[in-house]
């Protein structure tokens, strides 16, 4: 190992004097399994890392249905798929003789993880006990800090800072939809309706989101999986022809190009939220039971007038849930049906 002045250990967090030395290429696992949104907001710590170490090799472990939201990614050498074995996951992750390990999910599976590699790790904070207490007792003690920091924070030790860049997403030309292959109305500019969230509590009521698309101007896509397909076509049915409704039809990156190509996005607390951000989009996102108080609000640091937040003030109810129920628990669902949806279709407007 050749002497040096000015260069220590990446990995080495010991904060005692000791030699300086050259040292060999850095070969990181980073781990985030799931899901949309969170895998989005781990787009920083992939640039940072990649672009603040010298000759780091940077490879992440997801869930085998997410892996096309970093498999493009140009600052990822290899993505590693989790399918029905986490067994067999490990035994390949041990192959590939890591240097260390970046927890994003920080859970059991990934502890299991760590313990099998057996090299040093950085887990960013939940700060599970600080949510319990804000959905519990009202009490706000969560620091006001994005879970984009927290995230970064795991790579403190190797100097690594964030750029306020933002957040990233790479589509591959050949899995855009293209403008051309919508209705031509909606070739000249369209607002993107992301109707779904993992969980009831998150998403306005069938009724409410046709309220919001008669107030919307112009023509509208209807962006969602196949669970949402029920609820788009009633939308689509009441508003008529100018809803083009893309639900189920699109792959996770099809329907990224379709929220890249809006003119504006509304969203409910998602991972539609997160893409548009990714995509520098003027974002209204709309909050229920969750708060952006978690940390986790839509994330554009260079340009925050275009990400605008529609919750309802005053609700000693809120939040209800860290991630969200499958209905209301006081039965009045206030969050959603109190929403000013007259408002929002204006901050569409001011953002088109």
Same mark, same amino acid.
């Given at each position: 190992?050749?002497?040096?002045?000015?260069?220590?250990?990446?990995? *080495?967090?010991?904060?005692?004097?000791?030699?300086?030395?050259?040292?060999?290429?850095v070969k990181l696992l980073l781990l985030r399994f799931s899901s949309i949104g969170d895998i989005v907001l781990t787009s920083p710590v992939l640039r940072c890392v990649k672009g603040q170490v010298k000759d780091v090799e940077i490879h992440f472990a997801t869930k085998k249905s997410f892996a096309d939201?970093?498999?493009?990614?140009?600052?990822?050498? $290899?993505?590693?798929?989790?399918?029905?074995?986490?067994?067999?996951?490990? !035994?390949?992750?041990?192959?590939?003789?890591?240097?260390?390990?970046?927890?994003?999910?920080?859970?059991?599976?990934?502890? /299991?993880?760590? !313990?099998?590699?057996?090299?040093?790790?950085?887990?960013?904070?939940? +700060?599970?006990?600080?949510?319990?207490?804000?959905?519990?007792?009202?009490?706000?003690?969560?620091?006001?800090?994005?879970?984009?920091? /927290?995230?970064?924070?795991?790579?403190?030790?190797?100097?690594?800072?964030?750029?306020? /860049?933002?957040?990233?997403?790479?589509?591959?030309?050949?899995?855009?939809?293209?403008?051309?292959?919508?209705?031509?109305?909606?070739?000249?500019?369209?607002?993107?309706?992301?109707?779904?969230?993992?969980?009831?509590?998150? /998403?306005?009521?069938?009724?409410?989101?046709?309220?919001?698309?008669?107030?919307? #101007?112009?023509?509208?896509? +209807?962006?969602?999986? &196949?669970?949402? #397909?029920?609820?788009?076509?009633?939308? $689509?049915?009441?508003?008529?022809?100018?809803?083009?409704?893309?639900?189920?039809?699109?792959?996770?990156?099809?329907?990224?190009?379709?929220?890249? #190509?809006? !003119?504006?996005?509304?969203?409910?607390?998602?991972? $539609?939220?997160?893409?548009?951000?990714?995509?520098?989009?003027?974002?209204?996102?709309?909050?229920?039971?969750?708060?952006?108080?978690?940390?986790?609000?839509?994330? #554009?640091?260079?340009?925050?007038? !275009?990400?605008?937040?529609?919750?309802?003030?005053? +609700?000693? *109810?809120?939040? *209800?849930? &860290?991630?969200?129920?499958?209905?209301?628990?006081?039965?009045?669902?206030?969050?959603?049906?109190?929403?000013? +949806?007259?408002?929002?279709?204006?901050?569409?407007?001011?953002?088109?």
């Amino acid at each position: 190992m050749t002497k040096h002045e000015d260069t220590r250990c990446p990995i *080495c967090t010991d904060p005692g004097p000791r030699p300086r030395y050259i040292w060999p290429a850095v070969k990181l696992l980073l781990l985030r399994f799931s899901s949309i949104g969170d895998i989005v907001l781990t787009s920083p710590v992939l640039r940072c890392v990649k672009g603040q170490v010298k000759d780091v090799e940077i490879h992440f472990a997801t869930k085998k249905s997410f892996a096309d939201l970093v498999r493009y990614n140009p600052h990822v050498s $290899a993505v590693h798929e989790l399918g029905d074995d986490m067994s067999e996951l490990i !035994r390949r992750l041990k192959g590939e003789r890591f240097d260390a390990v970046l927890d994003l999910h920080h859970n059991l599976r990934t502890s /299991r993880i760590k !313990r099998a590699l057996g090299v040093p790790a950085h887990s960013f904070p939940k +700060l599970n006990i600080e949510k319990w207490m804000l959905v519990n007792f009202r009490w706000d003690r969560m620091p006001p800090v994005h879970i984009v920091d /927290r995230y970064l924070s795991t790579a403190a030790h190797l100097g690594v800072k964030n750029d306020d /860049r933002g957040l990233e997403l790479f589509l591959p030309a050949d899995r855009e939809v293209p403008i051309t292959s919508l209705p031509e109305p909606h070739q000249k500019g369209y607002t993107a309706m992301a109707i779904g969230a993992a969980h009831a509590t998150k /998403r306005l009521t069938p009724h409410r989101l046709i309220e919001l698309a008669g107030l919307v #101007q112009g023509p509208i896509v +209807l962006i969602g999986g &196949k669970e949402d #397909q029920v609820v788009a076509g009633g939308i $689509a049915s009441a508003i008529g022809g100018r809803v083009y409704d893309a639900t189920g039809k699109y792959d996770i990156l099809a329907s990224a190009s379709l929220i890249r #190509q809006a !003119r504006a996005v509304v969203a409910h607390d998602s991972g $539609a939220m997160h893409i548009a951000c990714a995509f520098g989009r003027p974002v209204v996102s709309i909050w229920g039971s969750t708060v952006p108080a978690f940390g986790m609000g839509p994330y #554009q640091p260079q340009h925050p007038e !275009r990400a605008v937040i529609s919750e309802v003030p005053g +609700l000693g *109810c809120r939040p *209800c849930s &860290k991630i969200g129920f499958d209905h209301c628990p006081k039965g009045h669902f206030h969050c959603m049906e109190r929403q000013d +949806l007259k408002r929002i279709a204006e901050r569409v407007a001011l953002r088109d």
